[in-house]
Structures are given as C-alpha cells and as structure tokens.
C-alpha cells in the first residue's frame, strides 16, 4: 500500500506544479518518519487511513507541511471517527478496528492486512448515510448518494452486505 501511495503522489507531483510531500504524509504510518524498520503493519497503517477516509470523508490528519503532518501521525491522537462525522452513524466496534490499524506503535496495530480486513468484516456495520461529499443525484445506494460514484462504491464494498445497492436515500 505505501509503495502504491508513493507512486500515486510522485507521478501526481511530475503533472502537478505545487503538490508537495504532505498528499503522501497523509497516509504514511508514524514508522515511516522515524527511519524504523517497516513490515506490513505500516501497510496496515495506510490502509486504516484510508478506511477513515472512506467512513468521514475526511483523512485523520491535515496539513500542509510535510514535517507538521508527520507530527501528527507520530504524537496526535488519532481523532474519533464518530465525532469527524457524527451524520455517519459509525459503530464503536467498527470504530475500534479502524483506530487498532491507526495506533502508533506497529505493535499494537493488527499484524497482518488478512486480521485488519477480517476484523472489518466482523463488524455489524450499519447502512446509514455518512458526511455528505457526492454530487448527489447518483443512482445507486446511499454511499453513492452521499460520496459519489467512486468513493461511494468503494464505501459498499467496504460495508458488504449491510449496504443495499437497491436501498435509495
């Protein structure tokens, strides 16, 4: 996931006059700015970013300097899920699975993507609309009511069967 990120951001920079580090530094784990030894819990790390995104639209952490960002992620409290987007609904089990994959230390986070996305799925995830981000008038259920088509539809997989392609908001 970092490596994918990473080329996301380089080739964006190259098209991009003015995209800077801080797009990658916001899904890059605390590991990544201290030099330690990375293994796939950094990878955990990201992926837990970016189901946080997914959930409130919104990334844990923002700013626009690279080093302030990383500062974040290494000392920050990760912000709950349920206060950045109260509208969501989110569960606290599906709460407390998305911030083990955002804790600090590599240790405490899941070891391996496999119990990350189990622990995901165990969750008895609730359909109900979250922050709205879309366009709006999407076909489809009301992750793509409220998030669009693409991030919408990444929303559903996420919440599998609790999510009604057929439901309308």
């Known amino acids: 996931v970092n490596s994918a990120v990473d080329e996301l951001i380089i080739r964006r920079q190259w098209r991009e006059p003015g995209a800077h580090v801080a797009s990658l530094a916001r899904y890059g784990a605390p590991e990544l700015s201290t030099g330690e030894r990375l293994d796939v819990r950094a990878d955990v790390y990201s992926f837990g970013v970016i189901v946080y995104e ?3 639209a919104k990334v844990p952490f923002v700013d626009s300097n690279a080093a302030r960002l990383e500062a974040m992620h290494l000392m920050s409290p990760v912000p709950s899920l349920r206060e950045t987007a109260p509208d969501a609904k989110i569960s606290e089990e599906l709460e407390a699975v998305v911030l083990k994959a955002l804790e600090k ?4 986070r899941f070891g391996t993507m496999t119990a990350f996305v189990d622990a995901l799925q165990g969750v008895k995830a609730k359909r109900l ?12 259920c009301c992750c793509q009511h409220w998030f669009g088509d693409d991030l919408g539809r990444q ?3 996420l919440l599998g069967p609790d ?3 057929s439901d309308r908001c």
């Open 129 to 140: 609309p979250a922050v709205r981000r879309g366009s709006g008038g999407s076909p489809g």
């Open 155 to 157: 929303r559903c997989r």
């Open 54 to 56: 997914l959930l409130t």
């Open 163 to 165: 999510c009604r392609a």
């Open 105 to 108: 230390r590599p240790e405490d």
